[in-house]
């Protein structure tokens, strides 16, 4: 059983370039998060997806970013427009189907390296 | 506004001793604590994690401990292992929502 696969695992955009990151849960999780990690320090909520709905997106800026969950393939994260303050780790973490408990234990993927020039 | 945070940024620790790792948090409504590992260029791993309304909860070599009166946690691992070299990050967890607040992590280094 494979674990969470993100992709590309590097990327490295010019200011003003769109970036796509992409996520595939484990199977059988319909849960997505995606964190964002600046060098040194912890990671960071952006958003909570389920298939084809955006649970909370509290973590996320107002501008340039967006996340889906379709019904079929991977989760994307995008941003528009990226600027040198976009460079990060951002990370994919997926839960299963929420079962009535308080808590799911969220499993990581490797995350992906971006770099803003 | 609510945050989890570590006091030390740095452990050194000969193997084969115990290692203790210290959280604050501010948040009381936190329903887990969990502790993740996450070592160079990979993602956070599952370590252990301990609901509100326990104390203590063991595993494999770790323990948590969770002191609600001080809002402290820490994580103890017996008999340190050149493998446990990694940076230590706590974090917590509400019901509603399951998005994880981290702390701003600690690096265990294991001097052979």
């Known amino acids: 059983n494979a674990g969470v696969m993100q992709n590309p695992r590097h990327l490295v955009r010019r200011r003003g370039q769109e970036a796509r990151l992409r996520c595939s849960p484990m199977?059988?999780?319909?849960?997505v998060y995606w964190y964002r990690q600046l060098p040194e320090e912890g990671l960071k909520f952006m958003v909570y997806l389920q298939k084809e709905n955006i649970i909370d997106e509290s973590g996320m800026p107002k501008e340039r970013f967006s996340a889906e969950f379709p019904k079929e393939g991977p989760s994307i994260l995008r941003i528009q427009q990226v600027v040198r303050g976009d460079s990060a780790a951002y990370f994919c973490?997926?839960?299963?189907?929420?079962?009535?408990?308080?808590?799911?234990?969220?499993?990581f993927g490797p995350g992906t390296r971006l770099t803003v020039l | 506004g609510e945050s989890v945070g570590l006091h030390l940024p740095t452990l050194s620790v000969q193997e084969g001793d115990n290692s203790i790792i210290n959280c604050a948090y501010s948040?009381?409504?936190?329903?887990?604590f969990i502790w993740y590992k996450q070592e160079s260029g990979k993602g956070p791993q599952f370590i252990i994690d301990?609901?509100?309304?326990?104390d203590k909860r063991q595993g494999q070599r770790v323990t948590v401990l969770l002191n609600k009166t001080v809002k402290h946690l820490s994580l103890q691992i017996a008999a340190t292992q050149p493998g446990d070299s990694a940076v230590y990050f706590c974090a917590e967890n509400k019901a509603a929502g399951n998005k994880l607040t981290f702390g701003g992590g600690t690096r265990v280094l294991v001097k052979p």
């Open positions: 973490a997926s839960s299963p189907r929420d079962i009535g408990t308080s808590y799911n234990e969220q499993f």
């Open positions: 948040n009381s409504a936190s329903d887990y």
């Open positions: 199977k059988g999780h319909s849960h």
């Open positions: 301990i609901r509100s309304n326990m």
